[in-house]
């Protein structure tokens, strides 16, 4: 089970609290964690990532283990820790703007 | 007994305010979405309680919410927009081509009689269309792919289709005002498009007499006559009594003819509003007196309305899409400003009240007249 932390607005959109979980098939990468929250929270679409592109939103971060997943390939495997359930996966709206 | 349900989009969350005929009181409902960005909030004239909200922000991008509740609740349906074939390019500020890339939704218009179906007028410059409650949104590409978008330009706040507006005789018309490309009509359902323009003037572009590249900022019309247009243009104030074929200009007597909204009496349509601002460079009232102006003869012949609004030390602005009229007798004339308050007047303009004083930036303001 994959934990995984949303941006405030993201949770009052998908209308969750705290941390949600996703199921992933073998070890996870970046784009199968943003596949399986997308398959359980379909509001989600397009709010991440662009539909057509599906490239990562520009004001838009990924984290996980303190490391800065944001620049990385979509096929990036994400940490042990992260497949283990021990650390989440951060979604952080970055800071920008108002 | 009637009542009046006003939808107001800001900054930072969508707002509705709700009175009986009286339209003294009002109770206030929100912010809905806080922290987004809503340009845009529309009722269904065919089921009133049915509302599209148009809801973005630049770290998640859009979203479109539906209420079939008068606003109680809200869902999030379709924001999946996208051009139909390969975009193409249109012209960027320095005349270079750019890719047409979609950014937000500023308008949304529910069809007249089927509350499933809606419009969506979007920048980069298109028209989109729902016909399943806004789940499914497929582009009426015409507009876009007309022989001039290549030469399309974006305005200050981007290139945005802002204004739609459907014909309530001619079931097959519609109009839509682009930024800054210009007023366009379409006999057939939106599968193709005219530009009219013809008469409008705009000093700042290369031919002022373009066909195309005009910095259109709102259109209204009256239903009664939907073959007179008026439109509030980047500078002028201008009036077509023949669907946009021709435009004659009618700012006449006002103080500046720059502005952004422009709306049309609900039972006089030669009784029309504008909110004159003192330039393009300066976004705000003349004198610093917010002044609504009114004419009564469809133009040219203006006067200030000005009781209950502040006529000193005022530097807001209005919006295009924040005015709008009710239907109840008398008229109900309504508008927001970018300093957060909503004003509200029970008599046509005469006299204003502040309903609220202190919301984020006001985006858009709607009027549903409930029975």
Redesign the interface.
Known sequence: MIRVLL????K??ARVSGEVQVEVAGQPTIVSVLDAIEASYP?L????R???TQER?P??RFFACEQDYSLEPPSTLLPKAVEQGAEPFLIV??M??G | MSSVRLLVGTRKGAFILTSDGKRERWGVSGPHF???ELYHIKGSPADPNRLYASQS???????IQRSDDGGKTWQ?VG????YEGVPGTHTWYDGTPHPWKFARVWHLEPSLNDPDTVYAGVEDAALFRSTDGGKNWEELPGLRTHSSGPSWHPGAGGMCSHTIILDPKHRHRMFVAISAAGAFRSDDDGKTWKPINRGLKSEGIPNPNAEVGHCVHRIAMHKSRPDVLFMQKHWDVMRSKDAGDTWQEVSGNLPTDFGFPIDVHAHEPETIYVVPIKSDSEHFPLDGKLRVYRSKSGGNEWEPLTKGLPQRDCYVNVLRAAMAVDSLDACGVYFGTTGGQVYASADAGDNWTPILRDLPPVLSVEAQTLQ
């Open positions: 941006p405030a607005h993201l009052t959109l509001m679409q397009g709010t991440i662009d539909h057509v939103r004001f838009v709206g970055a920008a703007g | 806080a922290g987004w922000t630049g770290w998640f991008g859009q979203l999030p924001n999946k927009f996208v």
